[in-house]
């Protein structure tokens, strides 16, 4: 009997904590999310399933530890590894001639970053965060989930979990988060403008897109050249025609096992004693703000553009310029077809923005990175 006792004394049961209960019910409402509502389901499942593992007492299983997932942590994450990958795969997913048809629509998809520079001024001069947590926090705005990251591991690797949980969960959010502030800020006749089609694009425009992309913007600002120059490198591969197997590699297999691997070591970073703070309360409501302002400007500049456009654009399209590819334009689809009885169908015009706020963030985090490293 006593060496039962021993047993259980030594094992993880004895070890639970109400920190670690808490977190387990987070790890569980990202998975309920995952699986029966299909938020972001190849996002949350690996992170929800992290932050369980990370919080299982004695279990070594944290990003911290000297485990399989330290490791991982250690080798994808504070290298850098991992987030350019996934722009890689990114790159060989998007397709840019919505954006190179419409030139005018790439001004929302920068204007869809306002929510970072509004989150980070304050966050840094109204909540006390420092100027480097406040940068990181702002990113979160930018609805990019490798790019927030990113900027974590080298800004603030301490806000890294939470800063991740809240860029990916208001990512899958957007569905809820957008549609609101869509009908507060626009007319039901601005809603109804439509846009009609794009220019073709030559395929000698596509491919020289992201080769003169990927180096203007390295040497415009160098420290967004890991995100910038990896996600033009896939997009390279994508629309030259002659790499096929590079292409279904890139965007297939390894993209998924660094998601898979991104996810896990992310989750894994939130054990209770770092997660469960006033801080980390503050940046999830930072980061709301952070991603409402940033739909507010993409639209607000539209209705500011259409002052002096002859062929108006619709409003609604600069609500895609969060970096949340295609979900955002697909969440302007939804909405402005259902407001205009299926008249105005501006998926197209709306992905213009959208892969244009995927360049945006990753700009901005050089900014952040030239201003702060």
């Not at 002859?310 to 609604?316: G, V």
């Amino acid at each position: 009997m006593d060496a039962l006792f021993t047993i259980i004394k030594q094992s993880g049961f004895a070890s639970l904590g109400w920190g670690n209960w808490v977190m387990f019910v987070i790890a569980g409402l990202l998975l309920f999310l995952a699986i029966t509502k299909e938020y972001e389901p190849l996002l949350l499942i690996p992170i929800g399933f992290g932050i369980l593992i990370a919080n299982l007492p004695l279990a070594e299983m944290s990003a911290n530890s000297e485990g399989i997932i330290g490791l991982i942590y250690k080798m994808g994450i504070k290298t850098e590894l991992m987030p350019p990958i996934i722009f890689l795969g990114v790159g060989v997913l998007t397709d840019f001639r919505p954006l190179l048809g419409k030139p005018l629509t790439f001004l929302l998809g920068a204007a869809a970053q306002l929510g970072i520079f509004v989150a980070a001024i304050g966050a840094a001069y109204l909540f006390g965060f420092t100027v480097k947590e406040a940068a990181v926090i702002g990113i979160i705005g930018g609805a990019d989930g490798p790019t927030s990251i990113f900027l974590a591991s080298k800004l603030a690797p301490h806000l890294l979990g939470p800063v991740a949980l809240a860029a990916y969960s208001y990512m899958s959010l957007v569905p809820i988060i957008q549609p609101p502030i869509l009908r507060m800020l626009t007319t039901k006749k601005e809603r109804a403008i439509n846009m009609g089609q794009a220019r073709a694009v030559s395929r000698t425009a596509v491919i020289l897109f992201p080769i003169l992309t990927g180096a203007v913007a390295s040497l415009a600002i160098p420290s967004s050249a890991p995100l910038v120059g990896m996600l033009m490198f896939g997009n390279l591969i994508r629309e030259s025609g002659v790499t096929e197997r590079l292409k279904k590699t890139a965007g297939g297999p390894m993209i998924d096992i660094v998601t898979i691997f991104l996810g896990l070591s992310v989750g894994a970073t939130m054990e209770a004693n770092h997660f469960l703070t006033y801080q980390t309360i503050m940046i999830l409501i930072l980061g709301a703000f952070a991603f409402s302002f940033s739909t507010i400007g993409g639209i607000l500049f539209a209705k500011f553009l259409n002052l002096f456009l002859k062929k108006k654009i619709n409003p609604c399209i600069g609500a895609a310029g969060v970096s949340a590819v295609p979900m955002a334009a697909r969440v302007v689809q939804t909405f402005v077809s259902s407001e205009t009885n299926g008249r105005v169908n501006p998926l197209m015009a709306a992905m213009g923005p959208n892969v244009a706020g995927v360049i945006g963030s990753a700009v901005a985090a050089g900014v952040f990175l030239s201003l702060l490293q």
